[in-house]
């Protein structure tokens, strides 16, 4: 059985559960890129993902698959983490494998979390599911520090990149404009203005210009 599989249902470890707009736990780990803290990436956006294992094909199409959104996120000033519990070495000799098997270069740093610290600040680990490996977590982390979005997917479930860049490009649009993205939204769409709150502001929105109304609690408008 593949190792993205296995589970120890006795594990016994204390762990925590982040919470959206909390302070992001900080650390300090040895990664693919040498030693990195959380207040590296003051002033910037981050996505901190963790996978199960190392030379595994779900992380594996993962990792290419993450390369291929970097420099994207980079243009919403939005860095990459990985994460898992192997070693730096296993991490090196794995990336080098995908560059020759997918000729893709793995640019972003990859956290060796041999100790589990990390992963136990993050709930990143899922004692029902596996004790030995990190399950599919997606940290999205604001450039204040604080905790934006969670997404967890299920050790065989590989991730959807694109909305991954749908989020950070969802929640920097929120931040900039004081307003909220309706279901599937993409750059470019509508978004939803906030509701109002007196009678005056009902009548008020009914007339403003460029704002579509379906009713006084759901109006949308383009930026």
Same mark, same amino acid.
């Given at each position: 059985?593949?190792? #993205?599989?296995?589970?120890?249902p006795?594990?016994? #470890?204390?762990?925590?559960?982040p919470?959206?707009?909390s302070k992001?736990p900080?650390?300090?780990?040895?990664?693919?890129?040498?030693t990195l803290?959380?207040?590296?990436?003051?002033?910037q956006? !981050?996505?901190?993902f963790?996978? %199960?294992? =190392?030379?595994t094909?779900? /992380?594996?199409?993962?990792?290419?698959?993450f390369?291929k959104?970097y420099?994207e996120?980079?243009?919403m000033?939005? #860095?990459?983490?990985?994460?898992?519990?192997d070693s730096?070495h296993?991490?090196?000799?794995?990336?080098?494998n995908?560059e020759?098997?997918? =000729?893709?270069?793995?640019?972003f740093?990859?956290?060796? =979390?041999?100790?589990?610290?990390?992963?136990?600040?993050?709930?990143m680990?899922m %004692?029902?599911?596996?004790?030995?490996?990190?399950c599919?977590?997606?940290?999205i982390?604001?450039?204040k520090?604080?905790?934006?979005?969670?997404?967890?997917?299920?050790?065989?479930?590989?991730?959807?990149?694109e909305?991954?860049?749908?989020?950070?490009?969802?929640?920097?649009?929120?931040d900039?404009?004081?307003?909220a993205?309706?279901?599937?939204?993409q750059?470019?769409?509508?978004?939803?203005?906030?509701?109002?709150t007196?009678?005056?502001d009902?009548?008020a929105?009914?007339?403003? #210009?460029?704002?579509e /109304?379906?009713?006084?609690? !759901? /109006?949308?408008?383009?930026?």
């Amino acid at each position: 059985m593949m190792k #993205e599989l296995h589970s120890r249902p006795e594990y016994k #470890e204390s762990w925590t559960m982040p919470r959206i707009n909390s302070k992001a736990p900080d650390f300090e780990a040895n990664t693919t890129h040498g030693t990195l803290r959380l207040r590296d990436y003051e002033g910037q956006w !981050l996505v901190l993902f963790s996978h %199960p294992a =190392d030379f595994t094909p779900v /992380c594996t199409t993962e990792l290419v698959s993450f390369q291929k959104i970097y420099h994207e996120l980079r243009r919403m000033n939005t #860095e990459l983490l990985g994460l898992s519990i192997d070693s730096v070495h296993a991490h090196i000799a794995w990336i080098k494998n995908i560059e020759e098997n997918f =000729d893709v270069d793995i640019e972003f740093p990859v956290i060796a =979390d041999l100790n589990k610290d990390v992963a136990m600040k993050y709930g990143m680990i899922m %004692p029902e599911e596996s004790t030995t490996e990190t399950c599919r977590a997606v940290f999205i982390i604001d450039d204040k520090g604080k905790i934006r979005s969670i997404i967890y997917y299920p050790l065989t479930t590989g991730r959807n990149m694109e909305e991954i860049v749908r989020t950070v490009h969802a929640l920097q649009t929120t931040d900039k404009h004081g307003v909220a993205t309706p279901a599937n939204w993409q750059e470019g769409d509508k978004v939803i203005v906030p509701p109002s709150t007196t009678m005056k502001d009902v009548k008020a929105r009914d007339k403003e #210009e460029g704002v579509e /109304c379906v009713d006084w609690y !759901l /109006c949308k408008k383009d930026l």
